[in-house]
């Protein structure tokens, strides 16, 4: 454990070079890494949401591409798209942006549906089909994404399919008042991000999401993630609770969040701390427009609290 350990602390250590402060939301960034999810980030503008996901980006030694998505992005600007060769006389695949380590997409609810819906299958199967043919993605694989509130004007709600491929849904939220002096001090001169070096490797990656996987849930805790997932469907506010798939999600990012914390075994208090960034997207109550999300927070916290945990 003491080699991982040490490069999970690296790969933190230089994400907080830029990222100053909100301790538990580098974590969440470093959950979704190593149990191969992707994360979702919502928040008002300007409190670092795009800043964190380079953070990450830079902080490993791996194809980055970044993807603004706007009105009028199309889906083969993001899967790519065939094109014909004059010399070759045959068409040439020209990938896009998605076919990286780590994609950054960067306000993904600026978009239409059609268009956003093109991430889903690189998420849920880490390949891409174009004309017929299936590619896959390289490995490591992780989308970041960001969005603003969907009372903002110009935003589109996410597919509920799609926001069941992110394995963790959270807000960073404003800075205490001397972290915000921290970050104005940071950046007083330059923008830290422009000095940050990786500190990991693709390879490096692959063998802390092994390592993951190997990390020991006794049955227990396997009880109470699924205690918690019946709790939410017997929940009379809740009208659809959560799927075998976000048990299954539960405990792979608490796995990873407990080998984050040098831990090779998991811990009731990290699927507590998980339940709601992992779980409250993935139901549905009676209104999901707006304030549903806040509401879906809020019932999915009420939940947990019923379920008692394994001492």
């Not at 695949?93 to 950054?104: M, S």
């Not at 490096?204 to 390592?211: D, E, H, I, K, R």
């Not at 006794?218 to 929940?235: C, G, N, P, T």
């Not at 409250?280 to 019923?306: F, K, N, W, Y």
Request: net charge negative.
């Amino acid at each position: 454990m003491t080699e991982t350990t040490e490069l999970v602390q690296s790969l933190a250590a230089n994400v907080r070079k830029v990222f100053v402060g909100k301790e538990q939301v580098v974590e969440a960034v470093l959950t979704a890494l190593l149990a191969e999810g992707h994360l979702l980030i919502e928040d008002a503008p300007g409190v670092g949401k795009t800043t964190l996901a380079k953070s990450l980006a830079r902080s490993i030694d791996c194809a980055f591409k970044r993807i603004q998505f706007t009105p009028d992005l199309l889906p083969s600007d993001i899967t790519g798209v065939s094109i014909y060769d004059q010399q070759e006389q045959r068409f040439v695949f020209k990938p896009g942006p998605v076919f990286a380590n780590v994609v950054l997409a960067d306000e993904i609810n600026r978009t239409n549906p059609r268009t956003q819906s093109s991430l889903l299958e690189a998420m849920s199967e880490a390949a891409v089909s174009v004309d017929g043919e299936t590619r896959p993605l390289p490995k490591p694989f992780l989308v970041l994404a960001t969005q603003n509130p969907f009372e903002f004007e110009g935003t589109y709600p996410l597919p509920e399919s799609q926001l069941d491929r992110f394995l963790i849904r959270l807000e960073i939220g404003y800075p205490t008042a001397e972290q915000e002096r921290a970050v104005l001090k940071a950046q007083q001169t330059a923008h830290p991000l422009r000095d940050l070096t990786p500190v990991v490797t693709g390879e490096q990656v692959l063998a802390l999401q092994a390592a993951t996987r190997d990390v020991r849930v006794e049955d227990s805790v396997l009880d109470y993630i699924v205690a918690i997932s019946h709790a939410s469907r017997d929940a009379p506010e809740v009208a659809v609770g959560v799927s075998p798939r976000g048990s299954l999600a539960l405990r792979r990012a608490a796995q990873a969040l407990a080998l984050v914390r040098g831990r090779d075994y998991v811990i009731p208090d990290d699927v507590k701390e998980l339940a709601v960034p992992v779980l409250a997207h993935r139901i549905v109550v009676e209104d999901e427009l707006g304030a549903g999300r806040s509401r879906a927070r809020d019932a999915m916290q009420r939940v947990v609290e019923t379920v008692a945990a394994p001492l």
